[in-house]
């Protein structure tokens, strides 16, 4: 009986705390979406030295994001993302070669005051958040260098301008013991200034890494323009960025350019919806061992993802790798695709493209960089749900053999042929 009694007594409490939680008014409201995608992949290899066996793995990418609206001017925003230790993994977190677990990508409060004074919006940004500038080139999307800006965030906004001004600790120094913050660390400082002119945007950057040390500041002046001419289906891009490095006195001096473009149009044509052309350009800068200034162009944050490996800058093409010691000769990247969308299935495409990597000055009439074509067909299951197909042939661009290197496809210069399937979900 006692315990009758007490299983009729929490039912009850049950009952009136659910009657009380729906008779409370709920304030915020929660928004839920995110992504999750798998994929299978298959490689063999040809045209090494050695036999390599076949490879046989799977990778996924799973995301959650939670945005909260407290009252009219303020919401909570986090995302919830996989991540791997693997460093070679980092790319867009593909994880799959380590052992995997979620953590937190983003997690920033904010708060919008319209039509404040000087300024017609302004808005305030606390937490960990991302800072993407333009295409990638000196300042790419955060999910490439997950946990990283814990930053505070400023736009404003007057007429047709908006000024966004960024500030972040990317590494804090700590006590020997672990226990507390030390002196020291590595920071980053952003400002942007943007404008529409005549349905053209245009920007301009300010990027400031202050790594811990006397000599290793560096800055970055960029600017950037994107839009269509002529028809609304004719896009282009182009950016361009300087960078200058702190030296000691008595050593070179060291700076360089990035540059990047990009062109494409899409039309109708005969029994396809649509056929679009597309073409991008990327270079960074590396030392011409004729000069005597050291050229070099070499953020620490870019991203941009053109292709399966080689049309990538995340740590090996530009990224931090000259800052590192290693590709000081730089890089060019030459992208292009065409996909093609049937009248007759509108969910299919069908996509080939092509990636030439190069350095950007040979000094040594060697080159390390693999080129990659890729054919790909995409089909929407669902408007939520899609799958894809994917052959990758990844190859050196040149038939050269450097016997001093260690065991890698820049020694060995053999090709990849990949095979991958993709099942991605959005919700």
């Not at 994880?95 to 305030?124: C, H, K, N, W």
């Not at 946990?147 to 007429?159: E, N, Q």
């Not at 080159?367 to 074509?373: G, I, L, Y």
Request: charged share 20%; hydrophobic share 35%; no cysteine.
């Amino acid at each position: 009986m006692k315990n009758m009694f007490k299983m009729r007594f929490k039912n009850i409490l049950l009952i009136v705390f659910l009657l009380g939680f729906g008779a409370t008014e709920i304030k915020a409201q929660f928004t839920v979406t995110g992504d999750f995608r798998t994929r299978f992949y298959y490689d063999t290899f040809s045209g090494g030295i050695q036999d390599r066996q076949d490879l046989n793995y799977i990778r996924y990418l799973g995301r959650i994001n939670v945005r909260s609206n407290v009252g009219d001017n303020v919401s909570f925003y986090s995302e919830f993302m996989t991540f791997t230790d693997n460093p070679l993994s980092v790319t867009r977190n593909i994880a799959g070669t380590e052992e995997m677990y979620y953590g937190i990508s983003q997690l920033f409060a904010e708060v919008v005051f319209p039509d404040a004074p000087v300024f017609d919006v302004v808005r305030f940004r606390v937490g960990r958040q991302q800072f993407p500038i333009g295409r990638g080139l000196s300042q790419g999307s955060s999910t490439s260098y997950a946990r990283l800006f814990d930053a505070v965030r400023g736009d404003f906004s007057k007429y047709d301008f908006n000024l966004s001004l960024f500030g972040s600790v990317t590494r804090q120094n700590l006590s020997p013991s672990g226990l507390f913050p030390d002196s020291g660390g590595d920071k980053i400082f952003i400002g942007r200034l943007s404008r529409t002119v005549l349905n053209q945007d245009l920007m301009s950057y300010f990027i400031l890494n202050r790594l811990d040390g006397n000599y290793n500041d560096s800055y970055i002046f960029g600017g950037g323009i994107r839009g269509s001419f002529l028809d609304p289906e004719l896009e282009y891009f182009g950016e361009i960025a300087h960078q200058t490095f702190n030296t000691a006195p008595g050593f070179p001096r060291m700076s360089g350019i990035g540059y990047m473009a990009g062109i494409g149009y899409r039309w109708q044509m005969g029994p396809f919806r649509w056929v679009k052309l597309e073409t991008r350009y990327a270079a960074y800068q590396g030392n011409d061992e004729s000069t005597d200034r050291i050229e070099r162009f070499s953020p620490l944050y870019p991203s941009f993802f053109w292709g399966d490996r080689a049309g990538f800058a995340n740590g090996v093409i530009g990224g931090d790798y000259p800052r590192d010691g290693a590709n000081l000769e730089g890089s060019r990247i030459f992208y292009n695709r065409i996909y093609f969308v049937p009248q007759a299935m509108q969910r299919l495409r069908v996509q080939f493209q092509y990636i030439y990597v190069t350095e950007y000055v040979d000094n040594d009439n060697y080159n390390s960089m693999n080129n990659e074509f890729s054919a790909r067909v995409f089909y929407s299951i669902t408007r939520n749900s899609r799958i894809q197909f994917r052959y990758v042939l990844r190859e050196p661009n040149e038939d050269d053999f450097n016997p001093n290197l260690p065991e890698s496809s820049t020694r060995d210069r053999f090709s990849i042929h990949r095979y991958m399937f993709e099942w991605h979900v959005r919700f």
